[in-house]
């Protein structure tokens, strides 16, 4: 197997686990109020968003060309169905209700941010599981 899967996992790893710890502490840092926090949170996560899905194209393109496992094939799946479901039904909801508070509206309670956070969570897990099956496949 091509080390090249495995290295492109590790940086997509690193990019979330990065963001994760960066997301809540711009709330803390001195002068930054919710919608500015909220607002620079926007930028942040269609960037990562958008270096994932090339990160996961990538990884995708590399594990194709090579025999692989199949634990690894299920879970490069689960991560892009994984990805697909922040992207495309969660961040629209939760950019949405971050537009409200930036206008000064109290949006109504969601769930849509805690789900983002356990997907991303899971994600997690599965890329380093994804890392330690292609270390120890080849």
């Not at 590790?10 to 990019?15: F, P, R, T």
């Not at 990065?18 to 996560?45: D, M, N, S």
Request: aromatic residues 6%; proline residues 7%; contains cysteine.
């Amino acid at each position: 197997m091509t080390p090249l899967p495995l290295a492109l996992a590790c940086v997509w790893l690193g990019m979330v686990v990065a963001i994760a710890v960066e997301a809540p502490l711009k709330f803390r840092a001195p002068g930054i109020t919710l919608p500015l926090g909220l607002g620079i949170g926007r930028l942040v996560f269609r960037a990562l968003n958008a270096s994932e899905i090339v990160l996961a194209t990538a990884t995708a393109i590399t594990f194709a060309l090579a025999p692989r496992p199949l634990a690894a094939t299920v879970l490069l799946v689960a991560l892009a169905v994984t990805l697909a479901v922040q992207v495309v039904v969660l961040r629209p909801r939760l950019e949405a209700r971050a537009a409200l508070i930036i206008d000064g509206v109290t949006p109504p309670k969601s769930r849509a941010h805690l789900a983002y956070i356990a997907l991303e969570g899971a994600k997690v897990l599965m890329l380093a599981t994804f890392g330690i099956v292609l270390m120890f496949a080849g």
